[in-house]
């Protein structure tokens, strides 16, 4: 009885998307890497910056759970995260922090775990409250938490485009190959986005993602694009000390140039023939995997 009413309440909500999906939708970006230490949470932080100066409104969803790091390094510090909105403590317009250049954070923390346990009232208001936000913001982007656990494919599962980030380190490169092979054989994730973080060249960004798509390509059925590089900068780790975005305090570093270009890059990504990162399939989907992990528990 309970697993049918939830599956209703699935209907009802893929009904509400498509009724609002004959509309554009706002584009969601996971940035995923297959190990820690790449640098992946300065890209999101840095990404979200250079695309406010472009004039797109961010989101960032802080997905790391258990190990948030956008707070620190942009200087904020969430009194609230999603939880308190899913047990209705707290409206999501009140827990969203407002970091430099105006981008928006929403900290999951524990949050999403508790999410197939909501009734239907409680979805349909937060999906109405994401409404709400969807109209304020052009994308968001998602930082996940490296490697590959089940919340690291849900957040890359539910996401239109996936970044891997990977540095030039063979077990980087090692790591980044194992992500993508399990979101293709595992889940039928055909398409990936690849960016070298920390890169000493453009000439060795380049070999990377020659090695790295040279394999992929010839053992899965996946394609691979090459969103560019960011180049080795010691004014990084000096923002990071200011817990301020490197595009923020040296605008003309390279690295900062870099992250300009990342950011022109992203926002001319097309949309997929077949969009699947919307905000409403967002939570609607990612709602759907915790109800299937849950009834599988059974």
């Known amino acids: 009885m309970e697993e049918a009413r939830d599956m209703d309440q699935a209907g009802t909500l893929r009904e509400m998307t498509r ?12 940035i995923t890497s297959g190990k820690g230490g790449v640098g992946k949470t300065n890209v999101v932080v840095n990404l979200a910056f250079a695309l406010t100066r ?3 409104r961010v989101l960032v969803l802080d997905a790391d759970l258990g190990l948030a790091n956008i707070d ?22 009140e827990i969203i922090l407002e970091g430099p250049g105006g981008i928006l954070i929403l900290p999951a923390s524990s949050g999403i775990e508790e999410f197939s346990s909501l009734d239907e009232t409680q979805r349909l208001q937060l999906l109405a409250q ?12 998602i930082d996940t938490a490296p490697g590959i656990s089940p919340n690291v494919v849900y957040f890359n599962l539910v996401a239109e485009e996936i970044v891997v980030v990977s540095s030039p380190e063979p077990t980087s490169i090692i790591d980044a ?20 973080n920390v890169a000493s060249s453009a000439q060795e960004a380049q070999e990377v993602f020659r090695n790295l798509t040279t394999v992929a390509e010839r053992f899965m059925d996946v394609s691979i ?9 010691d004014k990084v780790p000096k923002a990071v000390r ?10 003309d570093s390279l690295a900062s140039r870099c992250f300009m270009d990342l950011a022109r890059k992203v926002s001319l990504l097309p949309d997929r023939p077949q969009p699947k990162g919307g905000i409403q399939f967002f939570w609607r989907h990612l709602w759907e995997e915790r109800l299937r992990a849950k009834v599988g528990a059974k």
């Open 177 to 196: 190959y194992a992500l993508i092979k399990v979101l293709s054989l595992n889940y039928s994730e055909k398409h990936f986005n690849l960016l070298v």
């Open 225 to 233: 694009d090459y969103l560019g590089y960011i180049l080795k900068d």
């Open 242 to 251: 200011q817990q301020r975005p490197v595009t923020e305090l040296y605008p």
């Open 130 to 141: 994401m409404d709400l936000m969807e109209e304020q913001i052009d994308l968001m982007l």
């Open 19 to 30: 009724k609002k999906g004959n509309g554009s939708h706002r584009k969601v970006i996971s």
């Open 54 to 56: 472009l004039g797109k």
């Open 72 to 93: 620190v390094l942009l200087g904020v510090k969430p009194q609230y995260h999603l939880g308190h909105v899913l047990t209705g403590q707290k409206l999501l317009s």
